[in-house]
Structures are given as C-alpha cells and as structure tokens.
C-alpha cells in the first residue's frame, strides 16, 4: 500500500506541477503580448503622424513647383484613399492574426479610429 501511495502521490505532484506551470506561462505569454500589442499601436500611429506629416510638405513642395492646386487636391485624394485603406488593411491584418484567446481582452477595436482611440485610452491611463 505504501508503493502505491508513493506512486499516487508522484503522479498528482507531476500533474499538479504541469499544471501549475502552465498557468504561469499563460500569464508570462499573457503579459508578453499584450506589451507587444501596445508598443506595435503605438508605433503604428506614430507613423501614421509621420507620413501626414510627409504628405503635407509634398503638398507644399508641389505647390512650389508650380502645380496647380487642383492636380495637388486630385494627388491627394487618390494618395489618401490608398493610404486610409492601408490603414485599415493593417488593423485587419493584425485583428486577424492575433491568437483567439488573447483577441477580445487586448484588441477592443475593430477598425483604425477605434484603435487610435484605444491607444488614446491607454494614454490617459
């Protein structure tokens, strides 16, 4: 009986232990996400404000070299077309990528003005 009682008792310890484990590296890889999913946000909008910023000295650049006002307002509504839908196309993808069992408690959003919201969000915090 003892044997026995020494084999049960190692084998609920193992089990215990895995399980224990587990969960701690859940909570590891639970962290580790979302501090990734908050520092890539940030990163996106801040290239978001760098190309708006780009965009904006084209403008001027192009007015300087002679381009007339209405081809500047065409270029810059077929540029921010394609922008706004590679922005939402990055958001998507992201959404889409993101494990199942992390997606509704680190991504509250669904598109980018949700997004930058949320990191404004998280800011105030």
């Not at 007015?63 to 998507?92: A, R």
Request: aromatic share 12%; net charge neutral; no cysteine.
């Amino acid at each position: 009986m003892t044997l026995l009682s020494g084999i049960l008792f190692f084998i609920a310890g193992f089990l215990f232990h895995k399980t224990w484990s587990s969960i701690l590296t859940f909570g590891i890889l639970s962290n580790a996400v979302e501090k990734v999913t908050k520092d890539l946000l940030l990163s996106l909008v801040l290239i978001d404000q760098d190309v708006q910023f780009a965009i904006e000295n084209k403008k001027i650049i192009l007015k300087e070299k002679g381009m007339s006002e209405e081809e500047i307002e065409h270029y810059s509504l077929i540029h921010n077309t394609t922008y706004s839908l590679w922005k939402e196309k990055v958001i998507l993808t992201l959404i889409n990528s993101y494990p199942d069992a992390y997606r509704n408690k680190f991504l509250p959003f669904s598109n980018w003005n949700e997004a930058v919201l949320h990191i404004n969000e998280m800011f105030k915090k």
